[in-house]
């Protein structure tokens, strides 16, 4: 069940609600068809590399929390600071923390509803 909302200060919980589910279809709703994710620094994914990144990363079952730290909104745009974590696995099954400070621009959508446009979890320094 995919959970859009028209409140940015709603997105990030329900953003993490999704993921915590392991429901890729629902992250990927999160998104605008040409979002861009650096899910690793230097390395943007958009279209159908982000959305196969995501139903990957999610099979791992990880664990997120986050917290927003500021939003800014005009008009159509929201810029979210976002102190986040995820507990998961690395590749060999051992339990790994990932952690970061999160720059999203979001766009607010003919239907109402914010998505990320980007997505950059390691965008600032902690």
């Known amino acids: 069940m995919t959970q859009l909302t028209n ?9 993490v ?4 589910r392991g429901d890729a ?8 068809d040409e979002a861009v994710a650096v899910w690793e620094p230097g390395k943007p994914l958009t279209g159908q590399a982000r959305i196969d990144s ?3 990363f999610l099979s791992f079952g990880p664990k997120m929390t986050a ?11 929201a810029l ?3 102190d986040w974590s995820i507990e998961t696995v690395d590749e060999d099954g051992n339990p790994e923390t990932l952690k970061g400070v999160g720059v999203d621009v979001l766009r607010l959508g003919a239907d109402g509803n914010w998505r990320y ?3 950059d979890p390691y965008g600032q320094a902690e």
């Not at 409140?7 to 953003?15: C, F, I, Q, R, S």
């Open 7 to 15: 409140d940015v200060e709603k997105h990030t919980a329900l953003y």
């Open 17 to 20: 609600e999704a993921f915590n």
């Open 25 to 32: 279809d629902a992250v990927n709703a999160f998104y605008t």
């Open 54 to 56: 995501v139903k990957e």
């Open 67 to 77: 917290v927003p730290r500021q939003s800014f909104v005009t008009k159509d745009t």
């Open 80 to 82: 979210l600071i976002v």
């Open 117 to 119: 446009a980007i997505d």
